[in-house]
């Protein structure tokens, strides 16, 4: 890499929202960078080693530190990197189930075990795999799964990852559509049947905006499952969860016929009253 190109991601790593995410310390167990592949692999190294740098300020990695320097050496026991191998087009399931393997086992060297995943080189076996992981995430973890676009990635994998678009400078968008999607189902019981028609004029014109508005709304949902399963214990899942993991499975299946270019304005509006019926 010329010191050109270097310079510029070491600009961009300061404003880009995994320097944020670093600073606050609240750290997710599974992200999806968005972004040109070399800056979300350098992007998502550097995060690697702001997590396990022994001395980082503010969680930015020192870069001189025994942690660090092994990182960017390329040998940190608890940073991994999962390509498609041995010429091949895609990550096979051997490779997630090693991978598997290894995010179970405790690891003797740094704070969090990174993965660094090329989500685009997962095909649906492989990707199934790795949702298991994702739905019951070992401690201490963190999955960072990169891409340049979602458009081609399992709905199921995308609701699970905090989405982090670089380039754009800020994660807001994000926040904002989650929190659009909550008010969205919070108030699914007063919505009307003609108010539901008039959104299917207006998201008739828009499909990624519709699809990364349903992720969100499966995000909203998944959280909702998570938090109350996570307070039962080992209990049986309480009645009330029953709706919302059939509102997950709705969202999920809408999503998928939305990519297979079904009617989009005939799935939103069976969606809406299903979900009405569910959850409203
Ligand atoms: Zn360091």
Redo the contacts with the bound molecule.
């Keep these: 890499m010329d010191v050109i190109a270097e310079r510029r991601i070491d600009e961009d790593v300061e404003t880009s929202p995994l320097a944020k995410i670093l600073a606050t310390g609240q750290i997710s167990h599974a992200y999806l960078l968005l972004g040109d592949e070399g800056i979300a692999l350098s992007q998502g190294l550097w995060f690697a080693?702001g997590l396990?740098?022994?001395?980082?300020e503010g969680g930015t990695?020192?870069?001189?530190?025994?942690?660090?320097?092994k990182a960017l050496h390329g040998n940190h026991s608890a940073i991994h990197q999962i390509t498609a191998a041995n010429g091949r087009q895609f990550i096979s399931i051997e490779q997630i189930r090693v991978m598997q393997q290894q995010a179970y086992l405790s690891h003797l060297e740094g704070r969090y075990q990174v993965f660094l995943l090329a989500a685009e080189q997962l095909r649906e076996e492989a990707a199934n795999s790795l949702l298991k992981v994702l739905e019951e995430p070992p401690a201490q973890t963190v999955f960072l799964l990169y891409a340049q676009k979602d458009l081609d990635i399992l709905p199921t994998i995308l609701s699970r990852c905090q989405i982090v678009r670089l380039g754009e400078g800020v994660a807001v968008s994000q926040e904002e559509m989650l929190a659009k999607a909550a008010d969205w189902l919070n108030d699914l019981s007063q919505i009307s049947a003609d108010k539901i028609l008039s959104w299917g004029d207006k998201w008739d014109k828009d499909k990624q905006g519709v699809r990364a508005f349903l992720i969100a709304a499966l995000q909203c949902v998944h959280e909702t499952i998570l938090k109350n399963t996570r307070e039962q214990e080992e209990t049986a899942v309480p009645a009330f969860i029953e709706p919302w993991l059939e509102s997950a499975a709705i969202l999920e299946e809408t999503i998928e016929s939305l990519d297979r270019n079904v009617n989009q304005r005939l799935l939103l509006d069976v969606l809406v009253l299903k979900l009405k019926r569910l959850l409203g």
């Design positions: 080693r396990n740098c022994l001395q980082s990695p020192c870069e001189v530190c025994d942690s660090c320097k």
